[in-house]
Each structure stands twice: as structure tokens, then as C-alpha cells.
Nanobody, 124 residues
Framework: QVQLVESGGGLVQAGGSLRLSCAAS????????MGWFRQAPGKEREPVAA????????SYIDSVKGRFIISRDNAKNTVYLQMNSLKPEDTAAYYC?????????????????WGQGTQVTVSS
């Protein structure tokens, strides 16, 4: 059974930092591209960051470049999202995702796996 379990969300003031974690099980983690998506109230889910199988390449949306860092530990089957200099517009539910295709983990994660999400709220 595939599981992606996120943790690390919470309430933080603008300018603060949070580190999200996603523990994966039930599939071959090291063979999967991993990513983070987010969905704010009233908005569509959007890709935030993605990382290749062996961390040789990453991808970010423009609004988080220079502030967020995605990483993974294949020995621990875990992917992380370090979020710095948080802004109120970063407020959203953040979802961990896994996919066998790089193009899909950077877009809509079609055919991939999803976690249940963790809420991040940034106060001004």
C-alpha cells in the first residue's frame, strides 16, 4: 500500500521558516521523482518544487525560487521542503507527490501518488 505522509506544517509569521517532510512507503522511492504541490483556498493545486531520483536536478516555480529548497534522502525514503522567507501568499495546503515521469511531477502529477497534505499558514 502506497503511503505519503507529510509533516512539519503549521503557523508561522512572515519572514519565518518551516521544513516539511514526507515519509514514503509502499513503492520504490529511489526510482521515483518526487515533488511538492500546494493549493490555496479558491485556487487550483500548483506544483511548487520537484527533484529527480538521485537529486541531480531540481525544479521550482518562480515565486519560490531562492526561498524554498527541495531535497531527499533515499536511505530514509523521505523528501523535504525547506521553506525560508515565508510570505502570506505561501499560505496553502502542501502536498507531497511521487511520479515515475519527470514531466508529470513538474506539472499535474497525472498517474502519480499523493499525500494527504499539511497546512502551512503564514501570518502578516
Amino acid at each position: 500500500q502506497v503511503q505519503l505522509v507529510e509533516s512539519g506544517g503549521g503557523l508561522v509569521q512572515a519572514g519565518g521558516s518551516l521544513r516539511l517532510s514526507c515519509a514514503a512507503s509502499g513503492f520504490t522511492f529511489s526510482s521515483s521523482f518526487m515533488g511538492w504541490f500546494r493549493q490555496a483556498p479558491g485556487k487550483e493545486r500548483e506544483p511548487v518544487a520537484a527533484i529527480t531520483r538521485y537529486s541531480d536536478s531540481t525544479s521550482y516555480i518562480d515565486s519560490v525560487k531562492g526561498r524554498f529548497i527541495i531535497s531527499r534522502d533515499n536511505a530514509k525514503n523521505t523528501v523535504y521542503l525547506q521553506m525560508n522567507s515565508l510570505k502570506p501568499e505561501d499560505t496553502a495546503a502542501y502536498y507531497c507527490a511521487a511520479n515515475s515521469r519527470w514531466s508529470r511531477i513538474k506539472a499535474t502529477n497525472d498517474g502519480g501518488y499523493w499525500g494527504q497534505g499539511t497546512q502551512v499558514t503564514v501570518s502578516s
